[in-house]
T-cell receptor, first 117, second 111 residues
Framework: GAVVSQHPSRVICKSGTSVKIECRSLDFQATTMFWYRQFPKQSLMLMATSNEGSKATYEQGVEKDKFLINHASLTLSTLTVTSAHPEDSSFYIC?????????????FGPGTRLTVL | SQQGEEDPQALSIQEGENATMNCSYKTSINNLQWYRQNSGRGLVHLILIRSNEREKHSGRLRVTLDTSKKSSSLLITASRAADTASYFCASVNQAGTALIFGKGTTLSVSS
């Protein structure tokens, strides 16, 4: 089946620094990738939809200047948390859409645990 | 806002028992999906049921969909300790571009 990887799996950083998280589709091309964040014991909240070669579409309430998304190729999307603060500590999960505009089939990465001190 | 609402929020059962989780959603859907998440891990797709289907089976999983009530249920039969996880329903947002997840049910199966 389709595999999506994320790197790093876990990161601890100091407040004010920037952190980049990579999401890769390993054995398929993903026109669309999605970024979610998940607080402890809560559900996944969609942050943005990332389309290869174009600007990401952010959900309401998500600061696009703080959460920079780049989808430079069909197999890689990156999320950069700029000037991270403790409240940005969360579990970030990406997913990739296997086919066209349909969201019938999404494959999820294993997630990245971000801790901001 | 989130599309789905699951209940119960938490469920504790013994191995061998059946577990039923319910999901309600707000808008029209083309399909509804169920996912499982082990603690601190990514999501695993379990099953997808389309709006014109009423019931679907996959192994020990049985999913029903009632579009008139905008609700779905996930039944896990003969549960095992390995079924311990959080379960989420998800449906496509109104723009048709992304999945929106419910709050999830945390299932604990003890041996």
């Amino acid at each position: 089946g389709a595999v999506v990887s994320q790197h790093p799996s876990r990161v601890i950083c100091k407040s004010g620094t920037s952190v980049k998280i990579e999401c890769r589709s390993l054995d398929f091309q993903a026109t669309t990738m999605f970024w979610y964040r998940q607080f402890p014991k809560q559900s996944l909240m969609l942050m943005a939809t990332s389309n290869e070669g174009s600007k990401a579409t952010y959900e309401q309430g998500v600061e696009k200047d703080k959460f920079l998304i780049n989808h430079a190729s069909l197999t890689l999307s990156t999320l950069t948390v700029t000037s991270a603060h403790p409240e940005d500590s969360s579990f970030y999960i990406c997913s990739a859409d296997v086919g066209g505009v349909s969201t019938d089939t999404q494959y999820f990465g294993p997630g990245t645990r971000l801790t901001v001190l | 806002s989130q599309q789905g609402e699951e209940d119960p929020q938490a469920l504790s059962i013994q191995e061998g028992e059946n577990a039923t989780m319910n999901c309600s959603y707000k808008t029209s859907i083309n399909n509804l999906q169920w996912y499982r998440q082990n603690s601190g891990r990514g999501l695993v797709h379990l099953i997808l049921i389309r709006s014109n289907e009423r019931e679907k089976h996959s192994g020990r999983l049985r999913v029903t969909l009632d579009t008139s009530k905008k609700s779905s249920s996930l039944l896990i039969t003969a549960s095992r300790a390995a079924d311990t996880a959080s379960y989420f329903c998800a449906s496509v947002n109104q723009a048709g571009t992304a999945l929106i997840f419910g709050k999830g049910t945390t299932l604990s199966v003890s041996s």
